[in-house]
């Protein structure tokens, strides 16, 4: 499935969430899909983005590790559906608004825990989730050099 698709149901699925247990699901969700997106952008991706795809890779997977995988079976993991990015571009500006809003529900599930370990699950999350969103934008600003770089005319005045 294409990643914008993807995005679009995690950011659905996670609106529709209003339990802790539900919410914490679907940032893992996010995070996983993160991961396979910067997985498949670090190998295929334009050259510029290698790099940071690849520490977007390392950062989702530890937004993983810092919260309890849901048991959703590989049929019921959203990241495992990837199959294409048409365009980096928007599916990098899709997936930063989608882990901004992981990172806002996080902070609403934190205040509400009962569980100091709850708590500070809730924020290295949300410290993941950021981190993962930083690198995000940092792919959007290597993208809109390499566009203003194509664009920008011939300052030789070669013929």
């Known amino acids: 499935m294409d990643a914008l698709r993807l995005i679009r149901a995690s950011r659905g699925a996670l609106a529709r969430s209003h339990d802790p247990p539900d919410i914490l699901a679907e940032a893992w969700q996010a995070q996983a899909l993160a991961q396979a997106i910067g997985s498949r952008l670090a190998v295929s991706g334009p050259p510029e983005l290698r790099g940071e795809a690849l520490g977007l890779t390392e950062v989702s997977g530890r937004g993983c590790a810092a919260l309890d995988a849901p048991d959703l079976g590989v049929n019921g993991i959203r990241a495992a559906q990837l199959t294409s990015i048409e365009d980096a571009r928007i599916v990098l500006l899709l997936l930063g608004g989608l882990l901004g809003e992981v990172g806002i529900a996080l902070v609403g599930v934190a205040c509400s825990a009962g569980e100091q370990a709850d708590y500070w699950q809730c924020i290295e999350a ?4 950021d981190e993962s969103r930083d690198r995000v934008l940092e792919m959007l600003r290597r993208l809109a050099v390499r566009e203003a770089g194509m ?9």
């Open 151 to 159: 664009s920008a005319p011939d300052s030789t005045g070669g013929a």
């Open 126 to 129: 949300i410290d993941a989730a």
